[in-house]
């Protein structure tokens, strides 16, 4: 099976007021289909715009970048829309829900720019609602949940284009420990039904529950401990 | 299925900022009821004035002195009966040729008085102008040649002078004359704000010898066919000028006049619609500008849609969609208001108006057009926002 995302000597570097502001120097990184992998680092350790990276939201200054075999240096904007829509299920610190929204509708968003008619958008949200434990909520809006469910939502959204790499960035970081707890076993049980997950925290106890992690500093990876996952789940 | 879905959204922004989004129409509103109600005059307007102007007939050419061109000065008549004389032998048919002079004279009956244009014209007018009679008779060939005090009254002015009494056979004095009065008119209406039914007729002798004089203004013939009026004419012409060397002389038809007057007229509302397309433009600004803040209230969302898929194209189209409905709702409101202030003008004041389909097409076709060209430059700049940085935005 190949390779869901080959990073190879990946750098990106900022341009602020004229100077050259270096994010990421030089990492490489495979992301395998079935991967669970947490990127640690503390603020500032170029994580996030790793994580930017690997979504296809930003393309590196330097290296090569391979999503799903298509290096993105090639691709446009439109062509990098459609990679992300087909490829990638993004979950947020800030679940990044739409107001006055309901949770079916914001789940079956993707699925809007993949196309997909409204009968079947409609029936593959609640489905997803219904996976991530949110079967009774598929009418509230953003304003009428707990943080929790928010992100749930945000998760079966990130899920419902049945994508290859769920990228979750401080998922857990606007929830309470437990709530917090059970978005991680909520990720933890989609990784075992095959998805890779790749989870970027700050927080070291959350990163170890991922098989493989990647420390980074300065922009650079400084540690990569855990199995290298090569099969399937 | 994402043009549905930038529908829904682009309504569902407006619905959010309800406020908002009505002063934006408010803008558009304005202008498209400006140009609907200012075209909607002009165009009344020039159709009442060509009505009047066909109503003449179309056989009708009507002769002056000077020439009628734009910037030549006013020319005074030196023509006299015999001129009328000897256009009517060219024409071959004196009860085809009418003259006229007019002046405005004070007329009195009993203790009321009124003001009147005088016209002094001779007995074929009725013919020549088409102008019916509601009451009595008009004056004939031998009141004309013997210059009788005779008079035909226009349909406001025997209302003012005699109110509901039938003015048949009673005295009337013009500029301190007496005159009898042997017939009215029936009313015309108005025309650019000027009473048609100002007029009194009596014999072109009577009114040259109460104006001390022997000149004539101008005449006018009812051409026996259409085909050869042109030919007319300048024989009329050039007969004039043989009799006054001095004197230069135009012979219009009807068609020439509808041609000029339309011309002005069309101008005229051209201009009345461009001053009017100022505001409109004004709301377009506006409308660009709410458009600006939507953009930047909204990055969030902008950043997330693109992470979940949206190419630059559809954020685009999602944005531009809601300028163009907000101002096409506001064009069809506009239009709304615009045609009722026209109906409002034509029903209670002199001036007509008319609403063309034309003019409410156009309305809605440059009010959706605005929504475009002030739209595009919101939308472009949404379509192009880095998703990094959208995302980041609080």
Known sequence: MTAAIVAHGVSRTYELGGVSVPALRGVSLTVEPGDFLAIVGASGSGKSTLMHLLGGLDRPTAGSLMIRGRDVRTLSPAEMARLRNETIGFVFQSFHLLARTSAQDNVALPLVYRGVGRRERQARAVA???????????????????????????????????PSVLLADEPTGNLDSVTGRSVLALLESLNADGVAVVLVTHDRDIAARARRQIVMRDGEIVRASGEVWTGGP | MRLAEAWRVALDALRANRLRSGLTMLGVVIGVAAVVALVGIGTGTKQ????????????????????????????????????????????????????????????????????????????????????RLARGRYFSRSDVSTGRRVAVLGASVARQLFGERDPIGRQITIGGVRFRVTGTFEPLGQSLGVDRDSEIHVPVSAAQRLLGTDRIDGLAIRAPDRERIDQLGTAVVDALVERHPDTDFSAVTQEQILGVLGDILGVLTGVLAAIAGISLLVGGVGVSNIMLVSVRERTREIGLRKAVGARPRDIGVQFLLEAVLLTTIGGVLGMALGVTAALLVDRLSPVPAAITWWSLALAFGVSAAVGIIFGVVPAQRAGRLDPVVALRTE
């Not at chain 2, 066909?54 to 002056?64: P, T």
């Not at chain 2, 005074?76 to 024409?91: F, G, K, N, Y």
């Open chain 1, 128 to 162: 997803m609602l219904e996976r991530v434990g949110l079967a009774h909520r598929v009418q509230h809006r953003p304003n009428q949940m707990s943080g929790g469910e928010q992100q749930r939502v945000a998760i079966a959204r990130a899920l419902v284009t049945d």
């Open chain 2, 48 to 131: 009442q004035i060509e009505r009047q102007v066909e109503g003449l007939g179309s056989n009708l050419l009507i002769v002056v002195p000077g020439r009628l061109e734009a910037g030549s000065a006013p020319t005074v008549s030196t023509m006299t009966l015999d001129d009328m004389e000897a256009v009517s032998r060219i024409v071959g048919d004196r009860s085809r040729v009418a003259v006229t002079i007019s002046s405005g004279e004070t007329v009195r009956a009993g203790s009321r008085t009124s003001f009147a244009s005088m016209q002094g014209v001779t007995e074929s007018t009725p013919t020549v102008f088409v102008r």
